[in-house]
Nanobody
Framework: QVRLVESGGGLVQAGGSLRLSCAPS????????MGWFRQAPGKEREFVAAINRSGGSTLHADSVKGRFTISIDNAKNMVYLQTNSLKLEDTAVYYC???????????????WGQGTQVTVSS
């Protein structure tokens, strides 16, 4: 089993930045890709970004392209989501998720973290 712990969320003004972190543990060696998702109140969960284990392949949702960047530091066993130029509509709980199959892009995510709240104010 893989345990995922997110951190880095908070309250930020529009136009500001946050760096979200995801720390996998447990069977951390066995995941193939990691994704970030978000869910705003009253809305469905949506895909934000994904990265493979080597960091050589990434995907970003159109809504965040050019503003958010997913990255991985294998030496620290951490996955990051750098969020820049934040907008009010980016307010949501952000989750990281691990995919245990060697598919790209990943279609199924097997483990989820508890989430970290990002609130963007005007």
């Amino acid at each position: 089993q893989v345990r995922l712990v997110e951190s880095g969320g908070g309250l930020v003004q529009a136009g500001g930045s946050l760096r979200l972190s995801c720390a996998p543990s447990g069977r951390a060696f066995s995941w193939y890709s990691m994704g970030w998702f978000r869910q705003a109140p009253g809305k469905e969960r949506e895909f934000v970004a994904a990265i493979n284990r080597s960091g050589g392949s990434t995907l970003h949702a159109d809504s965040v392209k050019g503003r958010f960047t997913i990255s991985i530091d294998n030496a620290k066993n951490m996955v990051y989501l750098q969020t820049n130029s934040l907008k009010l509509e980016d307010t949501a709980v952000y989750y990281c998720a691990a995919a245990m199959r060697d598919d790209w892009p990943p279609y199924d995510y097997n483990y989820w973290g508890q989430g970290t709240q990002v609130t963007v104010s005007s």
